[in-house]
């Protein structure tokens, strides 16, 4: 058979129902095939947002999102969502190509990719990027090679990978005549989770039984292992507040009598209360960077005067950033599952402290009636409409951040924001991507630059039939970089015309609402909410409410304050 059609055949083997990309170069042997088959093409407006619902993909559903698309062009807008996957841990494999162009291709034909002199090296741009890139030569290595790429994206901790075509590497006839064999799919992708040994579990349950105020640190670890249960039951077990890092939201209901919200440099001040005063600290999954320690604030973390377990899949982040006591390398719902059937803690600590530091995830602000919209209040009327069954995705700046701290989510796996890498342009792919894969309700919320950046993914929401609500938190500005001038006019390139988003949505086929009263946006997310439509709502809100000053913790005032 034709190699495309033997490569969409292991496609479909491997579970694989949709493929986010854009024709182009040899990865349209790839895209004539799929008609015939039981993969669904998203076709997005171009590769970026291709990128990003790849990886929303993975992140939500632990499956390898898949991109494909012409090499130069995976290779630069399609980085945006490698990058993010790599940095946030979800699984995804790009099928590329090097626009070889057979004899040509020594002497510089255009977009060639293979490395050549004249042209483009896309092997070593991807390899900068993914866990693992292949550039098979051969039909047979073709094969291998997107099996294998399937493998490593979720093997360990997961992240992107890359098969990079090659002229008669797709165009050639495939032949399972061959040595060394092609094994069948399942054989070669299967993969093994690995776990704590039993000396390690020993030492952190025994730090863990003689804490008096124990606290856990999940990460984005969490949900990349789907270990929701085995984190709630750790925390009842050993009566552990839980607080998360940013990338770790919703990954405990923040509703829960041990829930302390989150940590960080823009997090909740009663969560980082928690952990100053944590006598033990169980890290899962979390590798503790700069923004979740308050950029090691002295007095925050403190590995002289606490214990610390450090849960993670990769030996190289235990202990990292903070000395360790204990490591449990492994899985993370394998770490806590033997931490839960090996032991147990009655002190009564956390409840009372979690409950006074949830106290954070509410302020004055989040009732105001004034208009333009405060954004505490904006977030306050979204949150009214999320329950188990919604999805909220966040995008970089201001926005996020008030998210963050005012959005207390009721669930697990109601939460995704772009904390890997952070680009503008996340949360509306995303937000189509999520709606693509379950059958929940889903908000993506961006400020006006970053929903500007990728607003053509509405109108792929409106060709797929999903109906998400977009949530435009419009102050006509760069609103984060804007509130780090020092002076009016200190920093150019901050200011936005005002585009009436309504009208960009109405053009795309989907509903367009603009509001400018916390009444009319209750109103019109329960609108959208029961909307056969996407839905855009332009909100207005209040520019001046500096994000920076106000939600910035007492630790991270204390090192200076260096602004993300």
Known sequence: MDTSERLVESLERLGVERIFGYPGGRVIELF???PESTIELVRPRDEREASVMAEMHGRLTGEPGVLAGQGPWVGSLGLI???????ASSPMVAITEASERGNYSTIAPYQQSRGDYGGLELPKILDAVTKEHWFPRTPTETIRSVQLAFKHAVAGRPGPTAVILDGDAITRDYSDDVLPPVWDEETQTRTWKAAPTPQDVAAAVEALEGAVRPVIVAGN???????????????????????TSYLGKSTFPETHHLAGGVIGSFGHEGANQLVSEADVLLVVGCRMNPMDTNWQAPEFIRPDEQT?????????????VYPADVGLIGDAAESLR???A???NETDWAADRAQTARESFTAPECESDAAPILPQRAVKEIERIVDEDTIVTADSGNNRFWLLNYLQVPAVQTYYGSGGVGGMGWATPAAVSAALATDKHVVGVAGDGGFAMTMTSVETAVEHDVAPTFVVLNDTSLGMVRQMQHGPDDISGVEFHDTDFTRVAEAFGANGIRVETPGELGDALADAKGSGLPTVIDVRIDRDQNMAETLQSSFYASVGGLHE
């Open 32 to 34: 004539d095939d799929l």
């Open 81 to 87: 969502g490698q990058m993010e996957a790599r940095l």
């Open 221 to 243: 670890g969490v949900h990349a292992s789907g270990a929701y249960d085995e984190l709630q039951e750790t925390a009842e077990a050993y009566n552990a507040a839980v607080v």
């Open 308 to 320: 610390i377990i450090h849960a993670d899949i990769d030996p190289r982040n235990a202990g990292w």
């Open 338 to 340: 033997e931490l839960v």
């Open 342 to 344: 090996s032991g147990g």
